[in-house]
């Protein structure tokens, strides 16, 4: 059983920073995909970014520059470093997994940009 526990979420604000974090348990095999989506209300859930087991990365329109994704991989955890942040970052933000075609989410954390 796979399970994604979020944690780092909270109100900051405008031009502020904040680092999320992210850890996988269970049986997590060598290739995976990890990373973060996040759904503002009255919006779809939208990617932020992700990073393969190897290091290559994707990000989300929007999110190049200001956000950056690390992982470790003998952890199994993601982290997503949030700066210069906006009102308009205010989301939930969910952990992600992608995993022997099988895709997996966290429960979510709050970040608010609020001034």
């Known amino acids: 059983q796979v399970q994604l526990v979020e944690s780092g979420g909270g109100l900051v604000q405008p031009g502020e920073s904040l680092r999320l974090s992210c850890a996988a348990s269970?049986?997590?095999?060598?290739?995976?995909?990890m990373g973060w989506y996040r759904q503002a209300p009255g919006k779809q859930r939208e990617l932020v970014a992700v990073?393969?087991?190897?290091?290559?990365?994707n990000y989300g329109d929007s999110m190049t520059g200001r956000f950056t994704v690390s992982r470790d991989n003998a952890k199994n955890t993601v982290d997503l470093q949030m700066n210069s942040l906006k009102p308009e970052d205010t989301a939930v933000y969910y952990c992600?997994?992608?995993?022997?075609?099988?895709?997996?989410w966290g429960q979510g954390t709050q970040v608010t940009v609020s001034p």
């Open positions: 992600y997994l992608y995993l022997l075609s099988r895709q997996y």
């Open positions: 269970g049986s997590i095999s060598s290739y995976n995909v």
């Open positions: 990073i393969t087991s190897g290091g290559r990365r």
